[in-house]
């Protein structure tokens, strides 16, 4: 079994992409793709990162996972995101990388 590392990136805290607002419990994880075809979990983490400054939406996750496997951390587990609208009070979100139009995880991805 690959065993991955997760690199810890944080965003800056903003009203759009990582409020700082803490998480007191969770009760479940949220796992869905990016809806941003063959990016990576890097691109993705920055498009969060720009929220703060152009306002277009509010998004973010706890983790992103790569095509490759390797785990980018965006928000602290002490803190909510903004990936699950009713839910983010109690959930921890990642967010998967995809290759193409099918929108299936690789491998690596499942695995870590």
């Known amino acids: 079994m690959n065993h991955y590392t997760v690199t810890q990136n944080y965003l800056t805290k903003n009203a759009y992409s990582r409020p700082g607002i803490a998480l007191r ?6 796992v869905h793709y990016t809806a941003n075809k063959n990016s990576t979990a890097k691109e993705n983490r920055d ?3 720009s929220l703060a400054t ?3 939406t509010h998004a973010s996750s706890h983790f992103i996972i790569d095509s490759d496997g390797s785990i980018l951390q ?11 609208n009713s839910t983010n009070v109690d959930t921890i979100a ?3 990388c995809y290759e193409d139009d099918s929108g299936k995880f690789t491998r690596a991805t499942y695995t870590s």
């Open 25 to 30: 419990k969770v009760n479940g994880v949220v």
């Open 47 to 49: 498009y969060f990162e």
């Open 54 to 56: 152009n306002h277009k």
């Open 74 to 84: 965006c928000i602290p587990l002490t803190e909510i995101s903004y990936a699950s």
């Open 94 to 96: 990642i967010e998967c």
